[in-house]
């Protein structure tokens, strides 16, 4: 589609705006007080091609001057067994406030609302996003729209200056890094791992693809727990040195901390976890951070407290229904709220 507007207009993505996608997106996460960052190809490999996202469907820009402006992503996806409806996007500063934002989220709304109502799959036909708290603008246009929050919770960081946790592999089992020929096993514990978790979705191949063979990733910092042949537990351990440069930080993530059920409670996670924190001081690293569902089953939260992650922002997951605003004490359909 292609829409003028008092000098604005929106037209469908390609992949030639990647870079100026991604440029929005870090000036905008700045402007907002967060240490957040990405380049044109981070973005894409945070966004891959698979059965729920097509770039050139689903991504509407708005230029400005024939300068991209903002950007808004809007899909169908499957979650907890309900057809969702997802957007998330940015908006460069200088152009906030000016209606834009409103402008792309109507039009993707129109258009998610017309794809669910042809898609066979079952849904309850809601909305659903994500902001942190600092992004205001975000959350006003959220409020404005007629979301509601359903779930929260948190990006935290580890120091890893100083003393620094000590935690064993629990008896029989053993820790290694994630060698190739076993990154198959790897990633189909880690998915039956998250399967009991909020927002759950299948994973497809292209997850696959993005969690060991993107560029910015390297495999090899992985830490894997296991028992005999089976793979207890995970942690997806990255460095992101764009990010990092960008940033002046020296920092890794504790990607994918996963336990399989039949091995929890035992002190996997502890374990995965206190070994990441040298790992990654040892690659130079002075901070670690991690993201986590504030109401996660397995208790996380109170895990990483324990193990020295301090909470930095807070983050929201919003919903409503795809054909109205939410109404005093709506509940989504899995029950969040």
């Given amino acids: 589609m292609t829409s003028d507007q008092g000098g604005v207009t929106l037209r469908n993505a390609t992949s030639a705006d990647w870079a100026a996608m991604a440029d929005v997106a870090s000036r905008g996460w700045r402007a907002d007080g967060l240490a957040d960052a990405r380049t044109g190809q981070s973005l894409a490999d945070d966004n891959p091609e698979s059965d729920h996202f097509t770039m050139e469907r689903d991504v509407l820009v708005a230029e400005v001057d024939g300068e991209l402006a903002g950007y808004l992503m809007g899909f169908r996806v499957v979650r907890d067994g309900m057809l969702v409806a997802e957007t998330r996007g ?6 906030r406030r000016r209606g834009i934002g ?6 993707t709304r129109d258009r998610l609302a017309a794809e669910c109502a042809t898609d066979p799959r079952p849904g309850p036909g809601e909305l659903r996003t994500h902001a942190m708290d600092a992004e205001a603008g975000d959350r006003a246009l959220l409020n404005a729209m007629g979301y509601v929050p359903i779930r929260y919770g948190f990006e935290m960081c580890r120091y890893l200056t100083g003393s620094l946790p000590e935690h064993p592999v629990p008896e029989g089992l053993v820790m290694r890094p994630a060698v190739e020929p076993e990154y198959r096993a790897i990633f189909d514990a880690d998915c039956e791992a998250f399967q009991d978790h909020w927002g759950h979705r299948e994973n497809t191949e292209a997850d696959f693809q993005m969690l060991f063979y993107r560029a910015d990733v390297d495999p090899s910092r992985f830490l894997v727990a296991w028992d005999g042949d089976q ?82 922002h807070r983050w929201q997951a919003y919903g409503r229904p795809l054909d109205r605003p939410a109404s005093a004490g709506w509940r989504s359909k899995d029950g969040s709220s």
Wanted: include cysteine; proline fraction near 2%; aromatic fraction near 8%.
């Fill in 90 to 95: 940015a908006m460069a500063p200088e152009h």
């Fill in 102 to 107: 409103t402008r792309l989220w109507l039009a």
């Fill in 231 to 312: 793979v207890a537990g995970v942690v997806m351990n990255a460095i992101f040195d764009d990010e990092n440069q960008t940033l002046g930080t020296c920092r890794g993530w504790l990607e994918h901390v996963s336990v399989r059920s039949a091995w929890r409670g035992r002190g996997v996670a502890k374990a995965l976890c206190s070994a990441s924190f040298r790992l990654l001081r040892d690659l130079g690293m002075d901070e670690a951070w991690l993201g986590v569902d504030g109401s996660n089953p397995t208790g996380a939260l109170q895990l990483y407290e324990g193990l020295g992650f301090k909470v930095v």
